[in-house]
Nanobody, 126 residues
């Protein structure tokens, strides 16, 4: 089992940047594919991006491609989400998630992720 704790959320103006971090503890971090999801008020939780166990494969939602970047540091048990050119529609609670399933590319469905953090709020003002 792994425990996940997100940090780095906050309030930012449109066009600004934020960097979210997720710290993992418990079992070997490199054994997990990692994902970021977000949930806006009244909406379903949606996939933002994912990264493979080794970090050599990433995938992104079309809405964030080219603006957001996922990275991981297996030595420090952390995964990060660099968010640039933020838009008001990026507002929501951002969740870090971990998956033990082996897949060729990071999973986009939340059903594949067994462990979740508590989330961190990101608010982008116009």
């Amino acid at each position: 089992q792994v425990q996940l704790v997100e940090s780095g959320g906050g309030l930012v103006q449109a066009g600004g940047s934020l960097r979210l971090s997720c710290a993992a503890s418990g079992r070997t971090f490199s054994g997990y594919g990692m994902g970021w999801f977000r949930q806006a008020p009244g909406k379903e939780r949606e996939f933002v991006g994912g990264i493979s166990r080794s970090g050599d494969s990433t995938s992104y939602a079309d809405s964030v491609k080219g603006r957001f970047t996922i990275s991981r540091d297996n030595a420090k048990n952390t995964v990060s989400l660099q968010m640039n050119s933020l838009k008001p529609e990026d507002t929501g609670v951002y969740y870090c998630a971990a998956s033990t399933f082996t897949m060729p590319v990071p999973a986009r469905s939340r059903d594949w992720y067994e462990y979740w953090g508590q989330g961190t709020q990101v608010t982008v003002s116009s």
